[in-house]
């Protein structure tokens, strides 16, 4: 059955996204599998790819400062104290190579994100247009989150160690340690910028999403147009 302007006229709008009004869900029955599973297939494959794109590159974290990779937060509220002692240019050296690190991981992602779109059922589709502003963010993270974990720790390990940033974070760890203000046990750096660099790849994911929910024909694809204009 195809999809009729008329019978979404209940969807309403909430912060830039389209949802479908609790009464209407089970308009959802009427997709089409392929126009479901095909739309938003392409959907989360132009989204991604962009994502990646985006963030793989020098200043793709550095440079964007809805991403940017902060100081940790027990450095951040010791920051002050440490420019007093003279570390000010290891922490802005600190916060630049953490960022640098972050975009030399984000392109190991594309092949489990296209991994997670291949395999995604009729029913997860659905999910997703069904689940408002966070669903693409959603899906991915549930399907992807961890195994990106353990595909980034060992390049963003390695990136922090070569740039020399785990020799400037131990200095500051150390003097924070000696003051009581960071825990040695929580000193792992290569954590913390790993999940930041998870945070970022799926943020930029969910902005791409929502470019295309707005104006799905910009997108390029009659069936991206399809599927999500009969949402507007």
């Known amino acids: 059955m195809h999809l009729h302007r008329r019978k979404f006229n209940t969807f309403v709008m909430s912060a830039g996204y389209f949802v479908i009004a609790p009464a209407y869900a089970t308009v959802l029955a009427d997709l089409t599998s392929g126009d479901a599973s095909k ?18 590159v020098q200043d793709g974290f550095w440079g964007n400062d809805k991403v940017r990779i902060g100081l940790p937060d027990a450095v951040r ?6 420019k007093n002692l003279g570390m000010g240019k290891q922490l802005d050296e600190l916060s630049l190579q953490m960022n640098r690190a972050a975009e030399a ?67 500051v760890a150390v003097k924070l340690s000696g003051i009581g203000l960071l825990d040695k046990d929580k000193a792992k750096l290569a954590s913390y910028v790993t999940d930041k660099t998870l945070d970022g790849l799926y943020f930029m994911i969910g902005e791409e999403e929502k470019k295309i929910r ?11 147009s399809k599927v999500f204009g009969a949402l507007r």
């Open 39 to 56: 739309g938003l297939k392409l959907a989360l494959e132009k989204g991604s790819e962009m994502a990646v794109q985006l963030l793989g």
């Open 77 to 82: 509220k010791g920051a002050k104290l440490l």
């Open 105 to 171: 991981a984000v392109p190991l992602s594309k092949k489990l994100l296209t991994q997670a779109i291949q395999k995604m059922s009729v029913q997860d589709a659905k999910g997703i247009l069904q689940g408002g502003e966070n669903a693409v963010t959603q899906f991915f993270a549930v399907k992807t989150r961890t195994p990106l974990a353990v595909e980034f720790m060992p390049t963003v390990r390695q990136s922090l160690e070569k740039l020399g940033v785990v020799d400037q974070f131990n200095a």
């Open 214 to 224: 707005q104006n799905p024909a910009q997108a390029g694809s009659a069936l991206l």
